[in-house]
């Protein structure tokens, strides 16, 4: 068992989640060997020139994963965090790079998807509509919904080549932060993968939690090497205001 990491009354907690927290659902990562980059070409499924080649095959690669999101369930990991939002509350903020929404059936509220979120869709035209609840399966071009406008339906995914959402508010967020926690991410893509130098110059403890070193390893000043859902439970110790 790790050594608990101890939180104290004035700490606040920035917590980046990847792929791997949901890799105990039963859910692929991305580049682990049997990732989803493995199977798929991120230019054929995950970019805005993809989109406008082939839609038909974006949305079969979308459908697929949301037919994998609905047959899984949170692992002990994301019950952890939740039950971690439950003890800090406003001291803790979520931010995740995954688009599945195990975060929020094992209870976390305090949560940002910065890569969007696999059942929400939005008008490709960006009309104006805003992004909706979606579990829609699209396997052919005539499947594909249309917005009022007239423009197709598209998933609300960040893809390569488009900016993360909300990212003033994550920064804002680390800024507060005395300890930045990245649990189960490559540290592969950026911006994500920068947020601990950020939080580093910026004082802040830094610890990553997962089976093996990432590639930015260098930058955490704590790294808890094991599977989230076996080291998060009990991983931190809250010590009580005095
Ligand atoms: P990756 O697939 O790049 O990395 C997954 C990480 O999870 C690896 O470091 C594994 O060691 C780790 N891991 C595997 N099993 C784990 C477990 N049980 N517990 C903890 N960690 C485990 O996925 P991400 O780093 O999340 O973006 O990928 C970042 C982004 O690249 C994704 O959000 C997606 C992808 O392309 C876009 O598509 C824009």
Not at 96 to 111: F, I
Request: charged share 25%; glycine share 8%; aromatic share 10%.
């Amino acid at each position: 068992m790790p050594t608990p990491i101890e939180i104290s009354p004035r700490d606040r907690l920035f917590v980046l989640t990847g792929a791997g927290v949901s890799a105990e659902s039963g859910l692929p990562t991305f580049r682990d060997n049997n990732g989803l980059w493995n199977g798929y070409r991120v230019e054929e499924v995950a970019t805005p020139e993809a989109w406008t080649d082939d839609a038909e095959k974006v949305w079969r690669f979308y459908s697929m994963r949301r037919r994998d999101a609905l047959s899984c369930e949170p692992n002990p990991a994301h019950y952890a965090l939740a039950e971690l939002e439950r003890d800090l509350g406003d001291r803790l903020f979520l931010c995740t790079q995954n688009v599945d929404p195990l975060h929020e059936r094992a209870g976390s509220k305090r949560l940002l998807h910065m890569h969007g979120e696999l059942f929400r869709s939005r008008c490709e035209a960006e009309c104006g509509r805003p992004d909706f609840a979606d579990e829609g399966i699209y396997e052919s071009a005539a499947d594909i919904p249309r917005c009022e406008c007239g423009a197709r339906i598209r998933p609300h995914i960040v893809w390569f080549g488009e900016i993360p959402l909300e990212m003033d508010r994550i920064y804002t967020e680390i800024d507060r932060c005395t300890m930045l926690a990245v649990i189960g991410s490559s540290g592969t893509v950026y911006p994500a993968a920068g947020f601990v130098e950020w939080a580093r110059r910026g004082g802040a403890r830094t610890l990553y939690i997962g089976p093996e070193r990432p590639l930015n390893a260098s930058m955490f000043s704590e790294v808890v090497l094991g599977k989230a859902g076996e080291v998060l439970p009990g991983l931190f110790n809250i010590a009580k205001p005095a």
